[in-house]
C-alpha cells in the first residue's frame, strides 16, 4: 500500500509535498522558447522536480489545470507522471473523484494505471462509502492509495463539513465510517489504508489535535499551509513526531521565484527548504 | 443560462438524457474495423447520437470512462463534445468535480471552454458554497450551467446524504443552501441557474414528490432509471408535468442492442422511444 510507502518517504526526506498546479500566467519566461504548451508545462514541472527530489516527499498535480489546458495539458501530465516515477518518486493525483461502482472503477483504472498513473488519487466522499469500496481492490493489487477528503481548510468548510450532527462535527461522522470500513487495516507502519485530505487551518484553537486525536492511525494529506493561510503550528497537531502525514503547498514554492532575485531553480529548492525547517521535526 | 436552454430541448424532444459511458467490452463488433481506441469510441458515439438526436434532451459523457482510456479516451471526448456542438445538441459533461477558488475556475476553464467544452459540468458540494459560486460567473457569461449532487440513489446515499440533522436529511439542507445563494436566480421557464443531481429511488414511498416539493424552482438531472433500479412511477415524481428535468440512462440505451436482434443503431433508437415513453406526459 502507498501509504506505507510515503512513511517512508516522509522518513526519509521530510514532510514536504510539492503541488504542481501549472498556471501559464506565472510560469518564468525561462521555459518561453518551447512552442507547444505541452514542452513548456513539462519542463517547467522537470525543473520543479529536479531542483527538490531530495527534499521532498511526493508530488501532488492538481488536476484541474492540466485539465483546464484540455489534451495539451493531459499529455504534459502524463510525462510528468512518467518522469516522477522513474525517478522512484511518489505521485498524488489530486483529483477529488467521487462515483460509484463500475464508475469509480473506472476512475481507478485513470489514475491507477495506463497514461496518468500515480500513485495515490484524492477522493470526495459525499456520495457514501460505496464510493470509496471500489478502490480498496486497487490499493491491495496494485500498491497504491487515496486520501479522502474529510476537513478542508476553506471558507465553505463551515457550510457542510461543520454541521453539528447530535453533537460531533459532519466530518467527524464521515471519517469515523471510512476509518471502520471494512478492508480500512492498518498497514506495517501503523496508518491505514485509507488517508484522509485535512486542511491546516487557523480557526480554532488546537483543532489540529482535536482532528488527530479522532484519527490517530491515519495518514493526513494537509492542504492549506502558506498561501492558504495556515501556520506551521496549526499543522504541528496533525503531525506525529513529523510524520503520519504530508503537508502540501503548491503556490508557496512553484511561485516562490516571484519574490525572489535568484534563478528559478535556486528559488523553487530555497522554499522548499525554508518550508521543511518550519516542521520537520529531527532534520 | 443552459437550464432554459436544457428546459426548451425536453419541450421539443421529451425528458431523455442519453448516457455516453463507453466500455471497450460492451461496443458492438461493427466498430471492431477502426485501427484506435480515439476512432472506435468517436464513431460509436457518433453512431448513439444519430440514431436517436431528435428524440434526445442531451447527452451526458461520463468522464471516468474516458479518462480510463488515457489520452486516447479524452481525445474522444473531445471529438464527441465538438459533434454534439455542432449539430446543436446539448452536453452535460457529468465530472463531478469538487474544488474551490482559483481550482474550481480551472475546472470551469476545462469544462465550459477548449478542448472538452460542453454546456453543463456536474459538481460535488462536499466542500461548502465556495466550491460552487466560481461557477455563476462562467454560466452568465457564457451561457453554461451546472448541477450539484445532492441526493444519490445509490446503497451509499444512506451513509452522509441522509444522516438526520435535526430532524431533517442532511441532503435537504445542502439543497437548501445552494437554493439560497446569491446569484442564483431564476430563468424565463421558472428554473434556477444551478440545478440538482437527484437519482430515481424506489426506496421509500413519495421520495419523488418529497424531494420535488423541496426544491420546487430547481432543475433536475435524474439518473438511476432503468439498470440502476429506478422505475417510471418514481421518476415522475420528481418531473413537473413532463418536464423540469432529464433523465439518463446510459446502459439502458448504448447496450440495449445486446438484448435485440436488430442493427445496433435501430436497437439503441427503440430504447429512447421505449424509455421515452415511460414517462413523456404530451407525446
Redesign the interface.
Known sequence: MSIDKLYESVKDKGPVCVGL?P?LQHIPEIFDNYSSIEDKLFFYNKAIIDSTYDLTACYKP?L??Y?????DG??AL?RTNEYIRNKGGLIINDA?????????S??A???FE???EGDILTL????????IEPYLEYIDSKDKGVFV?IK?S????????E???NGEP?YA??GK?IVNMNGNSVGKHGYRKIGFVIGATNKKENEGEYIRNLFKDTFFLIPGYGAQGGAAKDVMGLLVDGNGGVVNSSRGIIRAFEKSEKDFDIATREAVIKMREDFYVGL
Not at 67 to 71: D, H, R, T, V
Not at 124 to 131: C, T
Open positions: 498546479d498556471n492538481q484541474a489545470y485539465e483546464a489546458l484540455g489534451i493531459l499529455k502524463k477529488k473523484r467521487g462515483d460509484i461502482s463500475t464508475t469509480a473506472a476512475y483504472r485513470a489514475f495506463g497514461d496518468l470526495s466522499p459525499y456520495m457514501g462509502l460505496d464510493s477528503i478542508t476553506n471558507k465553505g468548510s463551515a457550510d457542510f463539513e454541521i453539528d450532527v459532519l461522522i464521515v465510517k
